[in-house]
């Protein structure tokens, strides 16, 4: 494996890899026919037969092999032309006489992905290096599979929870596995669950060893790990969103994607159809599909990125059978250890580390200090609290920390800004706690052993060791702590018993989730326990089951536990779960039952009964109404009330038709209507409506924007220093699709109650003659208490003609969008006609629009249009031509005018190898010295230039060499140019 990426780096290194072709003579059948050995690049392959070039359904390439789509006639030749690996898929030794020549193992790899290199320098910053690799390979080598997936990105941003699927950004991965053994290096996930105690499940980075035989089960990972376990939970409210929070409350953490499993009221969650999950701020939002209730129980368990010190992971996991499997031994050992030596987001300094080692386990002894003197500073002492008055205007720079909502004395108000609000008003304090390096480890082992058929016997003991803070010995006496189990089980005919008895010493540390999210409902919290245990389960039929249980708990004071439970799934009858749980502990007697009742036939009742009740609570849930199914068909109405506290009820209904149609809209007493629909009507033979919407209520935080730097040429936004303080500010961007920066959206408290609304329409339609697409799509956000928190319309029409002359377009744009978060609105309306007509071009395009914004740096209503025209000439290998633009923006507010016209030839020829394309665009503005960014396009008065050069050589079939060079130059600001080199392989 390393011999082939080596051999493949040094092939892409020369710039390309080696084109073969090899002529195949017909035997009169589809094949298959051998290529010669050769590891073919996937992708690169010419197949040519008679003159022609076949298609990729004419033919198939398998493992160095092509197979045909048609008889290949006796004596006909097939020449194919393809990339290959500088690798043969078999390699021999000594005389090529077949009785005495040796050939190594037969090697059958697929390989593809592209790698890029690029070098920028510009006028507002030095050299840089930008790389991105994307590399597969898998297949067979010499009798191992091998597996290999490289990819990297320069953005460490994380893929939308929005799915059940997830696409890796970053990823680094290579798995070979031959006969019993098998290794992975990178990013990988483990996931043990042998026994209660040693359950562990991470995402890692580092080396993972198995070994795998009939007897014999071991695996061995080391590793960086990448995140932290952490469990939270919620007392339902609305659909959310439900903010994550470390072990330490910050919110200000970034999920690890695909990590978090979500339960709602002891039922496990589905994201994308239950749920969606925004990993970046570590925000849970329910979807319509799954009403959250007042007082729901939701639980998530996840794994955040932890940002304070490096960890490393050591961890062991086996497993052992004997007799036949009779008798098995298992057993799993982890440590997970912090580096407090080396922090991450800070500095230790003496100081620092003598408040660490001071601090023992207890965060709130090893803190920052909140303000330091500065002159300069953003913040003033005032009547004993500090006040906002700007920066370098202040006397103090203050560092804030969130401590918890009404827990402090500040709130934060964005972009930076915290006011004095108060003893507990606020949930902001000065200063920062110290973060604690933490070691956890645990060693579980267990044995299993089976005397006869119907009779198990296991136990498992386990130890766990938690140091709250390795840089000091202070509070460790209370690090170790460990459990044990011991269970039977024993099952002839009809029934099943069991019984367990569990230890867990207090202080007890799991690694992962030992027991079911509504094991303790009813129970009072504890850091330890003894139990013991039995049930019974009874199975007169085959899909029907009664069980019974009984549990002594000891927590402190003894308490009891009954479970009752009859589930019934028999064909052609209803279903049926129903159970009963009592609980009787020192606060008194806890009882859950619930029953569950669906039919089996087209069209029945359904029913649920949940009923809670203890000394200080009673919750009482119930829903029933009519179903029925009818082949792919099915609909559901149903009324539900929910007693708590105050009393909720909803009407509700749901359809589904195949693939054509699903919906369903909940009416709420309390909480606003819930709603979603995905349709799509064939209109008939080319002529299709499709609809995607929802309604949902929850609640949104207020927005702050921010940008970040994603490299040159890279974002949207770009930066221009207005004040000279060299300080990148709020105010000092504006839009450029040539920019540098990136804008996002940042959550900041406090959250307000918004109802929202989204619906998106698309309609097609393809008659003889041309083609139609019609797009709309809408969406808002209301404050229950009244205004606008985001509102957005959009429409776009296309529309294509075609016609012997050539083909016309047309193109119609609509949006208008509305964000009081801001104080900004914005409207567009816009319509372009393209005509295509042999090797010419010619575009007409209008467009007209209104932006407002009022905030604290920004107070503008601008107004403007604009007409602009193209022509474009298609020429041998290129095309040339140029664009004309006139317009006018009004800013109504000051009765500023800015009249452009800006013109801009392109050029665009191939020589060879070569391919050069550029333009240059020459911008005069007629306007007072200063006008807002958004007036002429982000032009300032008098002339504006801007140029673009490209050069370009292909190297190769898959290799490519860019040479660019940008630039921008505008009256009252520096010359900014960027040259950028960049090679390119695809393979």
């Known amino acids: 494996m390393i011999l082939l990426l080596s051999v493949l780096g040094c092939a892409l290194w020369a710039g390309e890899l080696p084109c073969e072709e090899v002529v195949l003579v017909g035997d009169g059948t589809r094949g298959p026919y051998d290529l010669g050995g050769y590891i073919v690049v996937k992708g690169t392959e010419e197949v040519c037969y008679g003159g022609r070039k076949l298609g990729r359904g004419e033919y198939c390439l398998e493992e160095g092999k092509l197979r045909l789509s048609f008889p290949l006639p006796v004596g006909d030749t097939l ?34 992905g592209s790698k890029s290199v690029g070098i920028s320098v510009g006028s507002e910053r030095g050299a840089s290096l930008e790389q991105s690799l994307h590399l597969r390979v898998s297949g067979d080598l010499g009798g191992t599979k091998v597996l290999a997936v490289l990819s990297d990105r320069d953005l460490p941003f994380q893929p939308e929870g929005t799915t059940q699927g997830l696409e890796e950004m970053d990823k680094v991965l290579v798995k070979v596995s031959g006969g019993r053994f098998s290794a992975t290096f990178g990013d990988y996930e483990v996931g043990w669950r042998d026994g209660q105690f040693g359950r562990y499940g991470r995402r890692l980075e580092g080396v993972l060893g198995e070994v795998r035989t009939e007897r014999l089960e071991l695996s061995l990972a080391m590793a960086d790990d990448r995140g932290k376990f952490c469990t939270n939970f919620f007392v339902g409210e609305d659909q959310g969103p439900y903010q994550l929070r470390s072990e330490d409350g910050d919110g200000s953490i970034v999920v690890l994607a695909g990590t978090e499993r979500v339960w709602v009221d002891g039922e496990r969650m589905e994201r994308g159809d239950d749920y969606t999950i925004d990993y970046s701020s570590a925000q849970v939002t329910f979807t319509p599909r799954r009403q959250i209730k007042p007082g729901s129980r939701i639980v998530v368990d996840f794994c955040y990125l932890g940002r304070h010190y490096p960890k490393t992971t050591l961890a062991a996991r086996g497993r052992l059978r004997l007799l036949k499997g009779r008798v098995e031994a298992f057993g799993m050992w982890a440590r997970e250890a912090e580096d407090g030596r080396r922090p991450l987001d800070f500095s230790l300094s003496p100081g620092t580390l003598a408040s660490l080692r001071c601090a023992g386990d207890d965060p709130g002894k090893a803190a920052f200090p909140g303000a330091e003197p500065e002159d300069g500073g953003a913040y003033r002492f005032v009547d004993g609290h500090y ?22 004395d500040y709130r934060y108000l964005g972009r930076g800004i915290y006011e004095y609000v108060g003893p507990g008003g606020g949930a902001y304090s000065p200063g920062r706690s110290l973060p604690l390096p933490e070691l956890r480890e645990l060693l579980s082992l267990g044995v299993g052993l089976r005397p006869s058929d119907w009779v198990r016997v296991e136990g498992e003991w386990a130890t766990s060791l938690h140091d709250g803070n390795v840089l000091s ?26 019984g367990v008895v569990r230890h867990v010493g207090e202080g007890f540390f799991p690694l992962d989730r030992i027991y079911d999210v509504e094991r303790d409902r009813g129970l009072p919290p504890s850091r330890g326990s003894d139990e013991r245990e039995v049930s019974a389960i009874y199975a007169p039929m085959r899909n029907t089951r009664l069980s019974v249980g009984y549990a002594r708990l000891g927590r402190g004071e003894p308490s009891a536990r009954w479970r009752v439970e009859l589930m019934s799934r028999e064909e052609g009858w209803p279903e049926l779960t129903a159970s009963e749980e009592r609980v009787v502990g020192p606060e008194g007697a806890f009882l859950k039952r619930r029953v569950r009742l669906d039919h089996g036939w087209r069209v029945g009742p359904f029913l649920l009964y949940d009923l809670e009740s203890s000394p200080r609570l009673r919750r009482l849930e119930w829903e029933g ?16 009330r929910l007693e708590e506290a105050s009393c909720v009820e909803w009407l509700g209904a749901e359809l589904e038709a195949g693939r054509y149609f699903e919906g369903g809209y909940t009416w709420r007493s309390e909480g606003g209507p819930l709603g979603w629909l995905k349709a799509r009507v064939p209109l008939g033979e080319a002529t299709a409506l499709s609809l995607d919407g929802e309604v949902t209520e929850g609640r949104a935080p207020g927005l702050e924007e921010r940008f970040i730097y994603a490299g040159i040429g890279r974002g949207g936004y770009s930066w221009e220093d207005r004040d000279g303080d060299g300080r990148t500010e709020e105010g000092e961007f504006f839009p450029d699709p040539e920019g540098d920066y990136m804008k996002y959206l940042a959550p900041v408290r406090p959250y307000r109650a918004v109802r929202r609304a989204r619906l998106g329409a698309k309609l097609s339609f393809r008659p003889r003659g041309f083609s139609s697409v019609t797009s709309f799509y809408g969406t808002c956000a209301k404050l229950r208490d009244g205004g606008s928190l985001r509102e957005k319309l959009s429409l776009r029409q296309d529309l294509e003609v075609f016609g012997r002359w050539g083909s016309l377009r047309g193109f119609l744009i609509w949006d208008e969008e509305e964000d009081l978060s801001f104080g900004r609105r914005d409207g567009r309306i816009g319509a372009r006609l393209r005509l295509f007509t042999g090797r010419s071009e010619v575009e007409l395009g209008a467009e007209g629009g209104l932006r407002e914004r009022h905030s604290s740096y920004e107070d503008y209503l601008i107004s403007g249009g604009s007409l602009s025209g193209s022509y474009f000439l298609g020429l041998g290998g290129g095309r040339m031509g140029g664009r004309l633009e006139l317009g006018r923006d009004l800013e109504r507010t000051e009765g500023k005018r800015a009249d452009y016209v800006s013109f801009r030839p392109e050029v665009e020829r191939s020589f060879g190898r070569f391919r050069v394309w550029g333009y240059v665009e020459v911008a005069g503005v007629r306007a007072p010295k200063e006008v807002p960014y958004e007036m002429a396009g982000g032009r300032r008065p008098r002339l504006n230039i801007k140029w673009a050069l490209r050069l370009g050589r292909r190297m190769g079939r898959s290799t490519r060499l860019s040479i660019s060079c940008t630039g921008r130059e505008r009256p009252g600001r520096r010359l900014r140019y960027t040259m950028r080199t960049e090679v390119r392989a695809n393979f």
């Not at 008055?389 to 918890?404: A, C, E, I, P």
């Not at 010995?473 to 459990?483: V, Y």
């Not at 109404?625 to 539900?640: A, D, I, P």
């Open 79 to 112: 020449r194919v032309r393809f990339r290959a690996l500088p690798l043969r898929r078999s390699y021999g030794l000594g005389k090529s006489d077949p009785g005495t020549s040796r050939n190594l193992p037969e090697v059958r790899l697929e390989v593809g």
């Open 625 to 640: 109404g009519v179903s029925g199914r009818e082949g792919s068909l099915r609909w559901k109405v149903g009324y539900g």
């Open 387 to 408: 006040e906002y008055v700007g920066q370098g205007l202040g006397t103090h720079r203050v560092t804030f920390s969130f401590v918890g909502e009404g827990k402090g």
């Open 473 to 498: 010995p202070i509070d460790d006496g209370d690090n170790i702590a460990r459990a044990y189990r011991f269970e039977v089980k024993a099952g002839r005919g009809k029934w099943k018993l069991r």
